[in-house]
């Protein structure tokens, strides 16, 4: 019904508040309530920062997304991005052959290593370090390298927050004292042989 040029208001029963025209389902009639404050405010504000968030990311590129910050972070800690431990060592590394240092290095591997290794390094739940074989690299900065980030994979764990770094290079290098032994019951060859 209309009433000079003015379409008349539908009001609810109960509330009085206005009624939608056109909106009704089931005899269900939707209120034409206004939204809450902070509902708006608040979508105001996901678009204000989705556009920020564009602009740094996408335009600028200030910032790395996530995946990026994981993978240089990754690099960083020497694994690639299957989170297995990189071959990445200081290749120009030379082992410590002086008695002291040996003898420190004994030490360690006899409190710390001859768990998974054994005592003569024939390898149990760690590999055979005995054989002509490695996993992570032939080289003695290969051995420090795994020394210090480990290997989660394999269950080796990163020896850097327990031992200096000269206590790496010092069980590193008996380490390579233990190659090329002939220690009982060696496990088997994994990885591949060293040149």
């Known amino acids: 019904m209309k009433i000079n040029n003015q379409k008349t ?7 009085g508040d206005k009624l939608l025209s056109g909106h009704e389902s089931d ?3 939707e209120l034409d309530n206004s939204l809450p404050k902070w509902w708006v405010w608040l979508f105001i504000l996901t678009i204000v920062f989705s556009v920020i968030y564009i602009f740094v990311f996408d335009v600028i590129k200030v910032a790395p997304y996530q995946q990026d910050e994981w993978k240089n972070e990754m ?3 020497g694994t690639n991005a299957s989170g297995q431990t990189s071959l ?3 290749t120009t590394l030379i082992a410590m052959s002086d008695a002291p240092s ?3 290095g004994k030490e360690i591997w006899l409190k ?3 768990v998974c ?6 390898g149990l739940v760690g590999p055979n370090l005995t054989d002509n074989f490695s996993i992570y690299g032939c080289k003695y900065g290969n051995l420090v390298h795994i020394t210090t980030v480990g290997a989660p994979e394999k269950g080796m764990i990163s020896w850097k927050t ?3 770094e000269t206590q790496i290079k010092q069980v590193s290098s008996y380490v390579v004292t233990l190659q090329g032994t002939t220690p009982p019951n060696p496990k088997a060859p994994q990885g591949e042989p060293c040149k």
């Open 88 to 90: 990445v060592a200081d």
């Open 117 to 122: 290794h054994l005592e003569g390094g024939q």
């Open 27 to 29: 005899n269900i009639r």
């Open 75 to 77: 690099a960083a800690a």
């Open 102 to 104: 040996l003898e420190a």
């Open 9 to 15: 208001v539908e009001k609810d029963e109960l509330t």
């Open 112 to 114: 710390q290593c001859k």
């Open 162 to 164: 327990q031992l200096s």
